[in-house]
């Protein structure tokens, strides 16, 4: 399973992008998949997971409210909305695959992408 993450850029504090997580190679629809993040300087952080059906979520406890996780298995692609940014959610954004849902648990995740960066202003 390959993953591609893009639709990272800049944006002013309370703005919006959504990030999607393109996978391909065999079996991709049937793959749990989650997005974390690192900022300068900071540990990777866990940001949200949905399982392969898109009926099970988790999202981190910063973003609850303001970020959703979705996914569209007909194009294997796994969307981040994430509305009124802050600066404190600057970092790159990178999303990861499973066989199971993982959650959190960043070592459970079995194929990783590229990050994509989002920069938000203040």
């Known amino acids: 399973v390959q993953l591609q993450a893009f639709g990272g850029g800049m944006v002013q504090a309370g703005g919006s992008l959504r990030l999607s997580c393109a996978a391909s190679?065999?079996?991709?629809?049937?793959?749990?998949t989650g997005w974390f993040r690192r900022a300068p300087g900071e540990e990777r952080e866990f940001v949200a997971a949905?399982?392969?059906?898109?009926?099970?979520?988790s999202i981190a406890g910063s973003v609850k409210g303001r970020f959703t996780i979705s996914r569209d298995n007909a194009k294997d692609t796994v969307y981040l909305q994430m509305n009124d940014l802050k600066p404190e959610d600057t970092a790159v954004y990178y999303c990861?695959?499973?066989?199971?849902?993982?959650?959190?648990?960043?070592?459970?995740?079995?194929?990783w992408g590229q990050g994509t960066q989002v920069t938000v202003s203040s």
């Open positions: 990861a695959a499973s066989r199971g849902f993982r959650g959190s648990y960043s070592p459970g995740y079995d194929y």
């Open positions: 190679g065999r079996t991709a629809s049937s793959i749990a």
């Open positions: 949905i399982g392969w059906s898109g009926v099970t979520t």
